[in-house]
């Protein structure tokens, strides 16, 4: 970092990790990766790319925005040029799932600040995606995982647990990462359902959660009210004077069904 002046930026979300053993176990909770093409986001300094040079994996493409960090990643590429393949690019506006082929994996540190927006993008492909395992802000991987009823429960834990299973497997505290970040981080393993719904219905899910947690303090006859609420709600079988962070991943799916069935009707 020293030789290529690369200095973690506040503006990309950086904050590298570079304790080798604590990336050595994310691509250890990543599992067993021979014949997998391993797709990495924000590797930085390629701390954790390191790791997962000494998998199995049959390609690794590093993602990588800042240009910076591209000399560090191409000096790790001559020590491997067959299997890592660095992508300056975008990962928000970047098709992931063309880079090599199937079976396909992310496993990744990923910037704070687009994370959320990178894993919405990642789900609503979770067909394309074996296991995705990556690291979030601890209140970040809270809400994928929340269960409802809880503080936690919301948009992200519904779209998240609608497309997969989702589970803590590791915590970071702050202290390992350069610079130290104000909160700790944690590693989520997300394991795609084998039968994924189609992207229509995946859409429906994301309109319903976003009216239902936009208003969260709302009942849902009023936060749903632009989307059929009423309609809606009478079908599925659901009091009206319920709120958002009652409802369960199953009763979401009843709502998100039944609004992609009134708007096919509609189109």
């Not at 994310?26 to 998998?55: F, H, N, S, W, Y």
């Not at 990744?108 to 600040?113: D, E, K, R």
């Not at 989307?227 to 709502?255: K, N, W, Y």
Request: net charge positive; charged share 20%; aromatic share 6%.
């Amino acid at each position: 970092m020293e030789q290529h002046g690369l200095s973690p930026r506040k503006s990309l979300g950086q904050h590298f990790l570079l304790d080798p053993s604590i990336v050595a176990r994310i691509a250890q909770l990543a599992g067993q990766l021979d014949g997998v093409t391993v797709v990495e986001v924000g590797p930085g300094p390629g701390g954790l790319t390191r790791a997962l040079l000494q998998t199995e994996a049959a390609q690794i493409f590093a993602v990588e925005i800042d240009p910076r960090a591209i000399p560090i990643l191409e000096d790790l590429k001559a020590h491997d040029p067959d299997r890592l393949h660095i992508i300056q690019a975008d990962a928000l506006k970047q098709d992931m799932t063309a880079f090599g082929t199937a079976p396909r994996q992310l496993v990744a540190n990923l910037p704070y600040n687009v994370g959320t927006r990178l894993l919405v993008n990642w789900l609503a492909q979770a067909a394309m995606w074996r296991r995705m395992t990556l690291m979030f802000q601890r209140e970040v991987a809270d809400r994928i995982c929340a269960q409802p009823g809880s503080a936690a429960y919301g948009r992200l834990s519904v779209l998240a647990q609608f497309c997969a299973s989702c589970s803590i497997v590791m915590h970071v505290p702050a202290g390992a990462f350069t610079p130290p970040p104000k909160i700790d981080s944690a590693v989520v393993d997300i394991r795609p359902h084998a039968e994924q719904p189609p992207a229509a219905l995946f859409r429906a899910m994301g309109r319903v959660t976003a009216a239902a947690f936009g208003q969260r303090r709302k009942m849902l006859r009023s936060a749903l009210k632009t989307l059929h609420g009423e309609t809606l709600l009478d079908r599925a079988g659901i009091d009206p004077s319920r709120r958002a962070e009652t409802l369960s991943v199953a009763e979401f799916t009843q709502l998100a069904t039944l609004l992609s069935g009134f708007e096919g009707k509609s189109a």
